[in-house]
Each structure stands twice: as structure tokens, then as C-alpha cells.
């Protein structure tokens, strides 16, 4: 399985392809179900959620993403989304597929970190 850590997902979204992110971003999370509330986009495979905030106005606005994340999109085009239950890609989990979203059910306001992979 080939991972993505740490690169920039910009080549990997296509300029035509339908926006579930803000501004394409890669990959995102919402604070609430059905991409509702506020939102915190992510461009790389992330261990941990630690200091990371939901922004852009609405319901969560301001609150740490880590373990409050409702439903996730993917805006890439080859990498599966992983979003993790703990901290350093551990413990059960909820794939996004590529160009796609999904509510979260495994790790619904119970997340900590995603990984991007082929």
C-alpha cells in the first residue's frame, strides 16, 4: 500500500472534477453530519488532530476537529481517505473514497487522524 505523507495532493485533484472541500483542498472534515457546520481541510496524511480547528462560520466554528468530526469529503481523485479513531493511524476507522463523502460512523466525534493511500 503506497502512502501519501507529508506531499501536497494538488496534482492529485482534478480541475474538473466536483468540489466536496472548500476550494478542492484534498480532503476535509465537517462538524456536522451531511457536510453541515463548520469545516477544517486537510492537503496531506495527518498523525495527529491536535490544534487543529473548524473555521469558515456555522456550528463548531472554533472548536478542535480532533474527536468532533461529524463527516468527511474527499476531493482527490486516486487516494482512499482514512480517518482514524486514535492518534498516529490506530484503531478502527471510516474510508473515504476518492471523490467522494460520507458520514462518519466508526469514528463519528471520535477521530484523531487520517491517512491518504492508494
Not at 26 to 33: A, H, L, W
Not at 56 to 71: H, L
Not at 72 to 85: E, I, L, P
Not at 103 to 110: G, Y
Request: proline share 4%; aromatic share 12%.
Amino acid at each position: 500500500m503506497a502512502v501519501a505523507a507529508g506531499i501536497s495532493l494538488s496534482a492529485a485533484i482534478p480541475a474538473s472534477a466536483t468540489s466536496y472541500c472548500p476550494g478542492g483542498s484534498g480532503s476535509c472534515f465537517f462538524y456536522n453530519s451531511n457536510r453541515g457546520g463548520a469545516v477544517h481541510a486537510y492537503s496531506a496524511s495527518t498523525p495527529n488532530f491536535d490544534g487543529d480547528v473548524f473555521a469558515d462560520g456555522g456550528a463548531g466554528d472554533g472548536v478542535p476537529v480532533k474527536n468532533n468530526a461529524a463527516s468527511a469529503a474527499n476531493d482527490t481523485y486516486s487516494f482512499t481517505m482514512r480517518v482514524y479513531y486514535n492518534s498516529n493511524y490506530a484503531g478502527v476507522y471510516d474510508d473515504v473514497a476518492p471523490s467522494s463523502w460520507r458520514n462518519l460512523v466508526k469514528t463519528k466525534n471520535n477521530n484523531a487522524s487520517l491517512r491518504l493511500f492508494q
